[in-house]
Antibody, heavy 121, light 113 residues
Framework: QVRLQQWGAGLLKPSETLSLTCAVY????????WSWVRQPPGKGPEWIGE???????NYHPSLKSRLTMSVDTSRSQFSLQLTSVTAADTAIYYC???????????????WGQGTLVTVSS | DIVVTQSPNSLAVSLGERATINCKSS????????????LGWYQQKPGQPPKLLIY???TRESGVPDRFSGSGSGTDFTLTISSLQAEDVAVYFC?????????FGQGTKVEIK
C-alpha cells in the first residue's frame, strides 16, 4: 500500500519561503502526477499545483509567480517552495498522488498526512 | 476557471436514513472522447486528509461501502449515502479534475440528527 510522508517547517514569518517535501513509499513513482493541495482552517481544499516524474509542472495561476515544484526520482520525492508568504497562506498543506490515464491527470487517490503551516509575525 | 458549488452546506440525517449532497460545476466536466465525467467525491474526518470515495462521478473506489453512490453528468452531480451510519459523520467534498485549476467544492458537513 503506497504511503506519502511529508515534512517541512510549520511556522513562518511573513515574507519567508515555505518549503515542504513529500516522499513516496511502497509504490511506483512513475506514471502519476504528484500534487500539492492546501486547506485553510475550516474551508475547502485548494489545488496548488503538480509535477510529473519528468519534471513537467502545472501551477495554480494565482500562485504561479511564487511557486516552484521539483522532483527527485532517485529518492521518489517531490518538493514545494512558496515564496513571500503572508497570513493568507496559512493552511494545512497536503501532498497527494493523482492517477494519470492516457496522459491526462485524473483523480487524487492518495494523500499525505498534512502539514499545518502557520504564517505569523 | 471552473467553479464548483455544493449544497447544502450542512445537513443532519437520522441513522439509517438517506443523505443527499449536490455538486454543481460552472461548466460541463464531461470529456466527450471517453464519455467520462471528470468529477470525484471525497470524505474528510477531523484531523485526517480527504479520502477518495467516488471517481468518474459514479465509480466507487475500492473498499468504499456500497451505501455510497454517485450520479449525474455534465454539470450536476449527487452523492448519496443510502443508509447513514455513525461513522459517516464527516465533511464531503466534490472536485472537478476536468480542467486546471482543479477546483473543489466548499464542502458539506453531514451530522446525525
Amino acid at each position: 500500500q503506497v504511503r506519502l510522508q511529508q515534512w517541512g517547517a510549520g511556522l513562518l514569518k511573513p515574507s519567508e519561503t515555505l518549503s515542504l517535501t513529500c516522499a513516496v513509499y511502497d509504490g511506483a513513482f512513475s506514471g502519476y502526477f504528484w500534487s500539492w493541495v492546501r486547506q485553510p482552517p475550516g474551508k475547502g481544499p485548494e489545488w496548488i499545483g503538480e509535477i510529473n516524474p519528468r519534471g513537467d509542472t502545472n501551477y495554480h495561476p494565482s500562485l504561479k509567480s511564487r511557486l516552484t515544484m521539483s522532483v527527485d526520482t532517485s529518492r521518489s520525492q517531490f518538493s514545494l517552495q512558496l515564496t513571500s508568504v503572508t497570513a493568507a497562506d496559512t493552511a494545512i498543506y497536503y501532498c497527494a498522488r493523482r492517477m494519470m490515464i492516457a496522459g491526462r491527470p485524473t483523480r487524487i487517490d492518495r494523500w499525505g498526512q498534512g502539514t499545518l503551516v502557520t504564517v505569523s509575525s | 476557471d471552473i467553479v464548483v458549488t455544493q449544497s447544502p452546506n450542512s445537513l443532519a440525517v437520522s441513522l439509517g436514513e438517506r443523505a443527499t449532497i449536490n455538486c454543481k460545476s460552472s461548466q460541463s466536466v464531461l470529456f466527450t472522447p471517453n464519455n467520462k465525467n471528470y468529477l470525484g467525491w471525497y470524505q474528510q474526518k477531523p484531523g485526517q486528509p480527504p479520502k477518495l470515495l467516488i471517481y468518474w462521478a459514479s465509480t466507487r473506489e475500492s473498499g468504499v461501502p456500497d451505501r455510497f453512490s454517485g450520479s449525474g453528468s455534465g454539470t450536476d452531480f449527487t452523492l448519496t449515502i443510502s443508509s447513514l451510519q455513525a461513522e459517516d459523520v464527516a465533511v464531503y467534498f466534490c472536485q472537478q479534475y476536468y480542467a486546471s485549476p482543479y477546483s473543489f467544492g466548499q464542502g458539506t458537513k453531514v451530522e446525525i440528527k
